[in-house]
């Protein structure tokens, strides 16, 4: 059980390194928007290229792939029920909000993870498949009509496919399903950039935790709370009911779209909630309350069903 607590450990120094660096305000006032923006549009879509193109077009495509689908959907439903029409939470906020309750943290913590609790890098990769190539192009296009007021269909579709982000799946994605071997002159580049995005994003992050409080006054109290709530509970619930009793999958199996369910909310939210401006508390708190809650949940759910 301390190996499955590496890749949180790798995690929370970065996160820690990004701390003192807002603290002793090394790299001054503009640093977290520059981070910011050269996750965004530069190492996000490297890596999620790399990602994707050495992914088993095998794995992509299992039986994983609807059940995470299910389980991420359902609590996405019933968080915009309830922040949209219960709460009367903008749209911008609703986005950010339901993302932070069923989007995971599918790479730069799944991936170490599955590899130390299931055995095997690969499980997480229909994830990433499904919100890169489903919910990202649909977010994009929402947080951008959202936010910029722009309402005409084709500019907003334009911009979304001319997301990097979108871009970097998209490709990522052809290479695996199509086989192709691309050689190193064009694979250690990727990578060589691909590597530095998660450092970055998680410097980034703890950066903005200092000088604010968690579930501080001027946040989103019930909004993270039910985020965290549908992401650390309802989610893994879903994932095994609807793996064990609607597909009839095998107990490995449903280990393991309990565990991909599991997983703390995708710093990408994060990312998301700065470039567009919209719910950055909700994303930041959201994340942080799941990064540490889902340990005790993680190594339950391998007791149990392992």
């Not at 995690?11 to 928007?33: E, F, K, M, S, W």
């Not at 689908?69 to 019933?78: D, G, Q, R």
Request: charge should be positive; include cysteine.
């Amino acid at each position: 059980m301390f190996d499955a607590l590496t890749g949180f450990v790798v995690v929370g120094l970065a996160i820690l390194v990004g701390y003192i660096l807002g603290r002793i305000d090394l790299l001054g006032p503009h640093a977290i928007p520059v981070l910011s923006k050269i996750t965004f549009y530069v190492l996000s879509p490297f890596l999620l290229f790399v990602v994707l193109a050495q992914a088993d077009v095998h794995t992509l495509f299992s039986a994983l792939l609807p059940v995470s689908a299910i389980a991420a959907i359902s609590v996405i439903v019933i968080y915009v029920l309830i922040a949209r029409f219960a709460w009367k939470r903008s749209v911008g906020e609703t986005v950010i909000g339901a993302l932070s309750a069923g989007q995971v943290n599918s790479n730069n913590i799944g991936i170490p993870l599955s590899l130390y609790l299931l055995g095997s890098a690969a499980f997480p990769a229909p994830v990433i498949l499904m919100q890169l190539l489903v919910f990202t192009p649909i977010t994009m296009s929402v947080l951008d009509a959202a936010t910029s007021g722009q309402r005409a269909i084709l500019p907003i579709l334009r911009r979304t496919v001319s997301n990097p982000i979108v871009i970097g799946s998209v490709l990522g994605t052809l290479v695996s399903i199509t086989g192709l071997d691309l050689p190193p002159i064009v694979m250690a580049p990727a990578e060589l950039i691909a590597n530095a995005c998660v450092p970055v994003l998680l410097i980034s992050y703890g950066m903005s935790l200092y000088g604010r409080r968690v579930l501080g006054a001027g946040g989103r109290r019930r909004d993270v709370i039910m985020a965290s709530a549908l992401k650390l509970l309802v989610m893994p619930l879903v994932a095994w009911a609807v793996g064990a009793f609607a597909f009839h999958l095998s107990p490995g199996d449903v280990l393991i779209v309990v565990v991909l369910a599991a997983l703390p909310t995708a710093q990408n939210v994060f990312n998301y909630s700065q470039r567009f401006g919209v719910g950055e508390l909700i994303s930041r708190d959201t994340i942080f309350l799941t990064t540490i809650g889902c340990i005790p949940v993680l190594l339950i759910a391998v007791a149990v069903l392992g």
